[in-house]
């Protein structure tokens, strides 16, 4: 398994994390090689014109060999467990620890037949974690997305909300993905940090990419509004589900 961080105009942030995956290897644009050798770490340079989640995560996919990734974002700060807590979740950040917890999701995922395969969006909330449900099945998961082989292609027409059409693809295809709801990676504020995506994340275009999306894939994807943010829900009929 290959573990890839993507990165734009975050030295400091890709410093961090590189402290949790230390043997990472970290894609930017060609143009900005130079700025980040002093990390010592493993680079590769994308295209220039490059640009965007969708065609950036695909470029990795043709470009780098290994049949299982990982790719996560730059501003990653820490990894939280939330199971056997009552109170508030633990925090990881020992990357032989991080590292193993990623390989047995991703051996989870090759074993059930998943092509896509992640952790928690929460935050590590032990207020929303429900230990009857330490795994699911179907829905999403963003910021970080695990891949296993290259049956999947993300949505070049999306820059900003691509990682929800990827997984709804794969469930469109394979009927299953693999997220273990026990841990959650946490990021820095997905649409205020700066650097990064946030170039391509402006408000009109993110409900462009909602619209769009809504349009592609019907009654299977809701948004619900809450006071602080908007919740992005996915309903699909698992593998096992599905009528003969």
Known sequence: ??????????VDDCAHALTLFPDALVVVNEEQLDLYKRLGCELLGHPRT???????????????????????????KLLRVAVGRETR??????????RQIVENAAEVARGIGAPVFGFDQTGGD???????????LSGWVGAQVGIVGRAIRYDPNLRVRADIDFCLTALLTKRIIFQDTRFSF????RFTYRGGNALSRSGERNKQELAYLKTKWG????????????????????RADQKN
């Open 219 to 238: 009654d299977v994807i809701r948004f619900r509004r809450t006071d602080t943010t908007l919740r992005i829900l996915v309903k699909v009929k698992r």
């Open 126 to 136: 032990t207020r929303k974690f429900n230990p009857a449900h330490p795994f699911r």
């Open 89 to 98: 979740s633990e925090v990881i950040r020992d990357p032989q620890d991080i």
């Open 186 to 189: 946490v990021h820095q504020p």
């Open 50 to 76: 490059l640009a965007g989640i969708g065609p950036l995560k695909n470029w990795i996919m043709d470009n780098v060999p290994d049949e299982t990734l990982f790719i996560i974002d730059d501003d990653v």
């Open 1 to 10: 398994m290959r573990i890839v961080i993507p990165s734009k105009n975050r």
